[in-house]
């Protein structure tokens, strides 16, 4: 099945420097890939996701890009503020409706003034 | 509008106690998932559920966890005679195609 490896496990930026967050998967058939954000004791909340026919995609501060053939995504946030601070997962799916997401170990994101 | 809700919202059983989890998934989604999430962990999938019918159990962890959607709408997963290595907290999520919201999760605590 698929594996979703995530990195780093914790982050630590200035408040308005960028940050990054890199994932890997193994399965070629995946196609889709949200990116959650997770504040303690919350619910996952879907922040920006990509769909393999594109390689980048924008919404304000926040993007993401994708690899298909080395089998690579990333989150990207510029202009980081404090309540950007939260734990990012990235996912992984076969899309289509129906599909399970396979998700990354978290990265723990803290943006300090 | 109204997302997806769960309840109860927190749930303590004792070692051996049946439990049940209700999700009310955002209203006309006809996927519905179910999620468990250890502490610092990622959501790991347990369940897959296209209107009323349950396509994928593959990842139920043993015989003692059960979900049903008799009517596409409400899910209830239940967990019969409750171990300690089941408290975590349980994501419910809908989605009409790919993008999927999660609930608020229920965090069950086994004792």
């Known amino acids: 099945g698929e594996n979703v490896e995530q990195h780093p496990s914790t982050l630590s930026v200035q408040e308005g420097d960028s940050a990054v967050i890199k994932c890997t998967y193994s399965d070629s058939a995946s196609n889709y890939f949200p990116w959650y954000k997770q504040e303690l004791g919350k619910r996952p909340q879907l922040i920006i996701d990509?769909?393999?026919?594109?390689g980048e995609k924008k919404d304000q501060r926040i993007a993401v890009t994708l690899n298909k053939t080395a089998k690579h995504f990333s989150l990207h946030i510029t202009e980081t503020q404090p309540e950007d601070s939260a734990v990012y997962f990235c996912?992984?799916?076969?899309?289509?409706?129906?599909?399970?997401?396979?998700f990354g170990t978290g990265t723990q994101l803290k943006v300090e003034l | 509008g109204a997302g997806v809700s769960q309840s109860p919202r927190y749930k303590v059983a004792k070692r051996g106690q049946d439990v049940a989890l209700r999700c009310d998934p955002i209203s006309g989604h006809v996927s519905l998932f179910w999620y468990q999430q250890a502490l610092g962990q990622g959501p790991e999938f347990l369940t897959y559920f296209q209107n009323e019918a349950q396509l994928d159990k593959s990842g139920l962890p043993s015989d003692r966890f059960f979900a049903e959607r008799p009517e596409g709408s409400v899910s209830t997963l239940k967990i019969q005679r409750t171990q300690q290595e089941d408290s975590a907290v349980y994501l419910c999520a809908s989605s009409l195609v790919d993008e999927q919201y999660f609930g608020p999760g229920t965090r069950l605590t086994v004792t």
């Open positions: 996912a992984a799916s076969k899309g289509g409706g129906g599909n399970k997401l396979t």
């Open positions: 990509i769909r393999s026919n594109v």
